[in-house]
DNA sequence: AGTAAATTACGCACCTTTTCGTAACCAGGA
DNA sequence: TCCTGGTTACGAAAAGGTGCGTAATTTACT
């Protein structure tokens, strides 16, 4: 999802959360600063190349606050931003509307045949 | 993003919701009842095969409700289901955050050189 | 004292995997 | 034969994993 093609806000922010990392990495660090390598533990499954791109995304998205300190071994730290950390609450709404929805979605729905009408 | 790493509930939407087509879907079918070649017409940059693959990719999850009618020319309509209905709104939130956030996220915070310190 | 190794947060190159568009084909009744 | 909605095969392009290189300092060993 390279460009955009619309000139939504929707399809721009969801640009930033698509994808398994995005919303992974607001709950690792909503719960505080996070170094580069807690982040990996923290998820074992992702790669540095990834860790670092998603991290850059949300950083240049203005959701992630990126600090680098000098000495060594290197030090950088994440940080959600004022504006990061109102986006969680947001997408815990997503999280529980889906667990809400569990049975609606997948009910008894699925299993009705639909009607099937003639076309006038 | 085939596979989940983790089993949380956000996760799931995620895998769902990523992307470019979901969230457009959503709000052309928002409107009403909409049959394939709507949609189609409506985006003109999805292929036919993207198309029918989301489209059963969100039927799948519960989020869309497809209808065939017998006759001809044959006749298919999308529908949000009851529970894709009530995933608008947050949808819409999510789109009202990017927007109202745009200054803090993109503003000041960007241009501030970090503090730099000597680690201990 | 002097050398070697480890440390952290990456960037880069290479290679595999996944995704997506194109295009062709199918169904089945008017 | 045309229409709509859909599937499939193929190939290109994009995404993503692996491993190597690197910085400058500390620690570890001899």
Known sequence: ???LVSRCPIEEVMQ???????TLLLYY???GTKRFSDLRRDNPTV??????????KLEKA?????????GYPLRVEYDLTPAGLGLV????????W???TEDARL???????RAVQAST
């Open 47 to 56: 790669s540095h190349k990834m860790l670092t791109q998603e991290l850059r």
């Open 62 to 70: 203005g959701i992630v606050q990126r600090t680098t300190f000098e």
């Open 107 to 113: 009910g008894t729905g699925r299993l009705i045949e």
């Open 89 to 96: 609450p947001l997408i815990d709404a997503l999280g529980d």
């Open 29 to 31: 660090l909503k719960d």
């Open 16 to 22: 930033v959360l698509s994808g398994r990392w995005p």
């Open 98 to 100: 889906w667990e809400e």
């Open 1 to 3: 999802m390279k460009e």
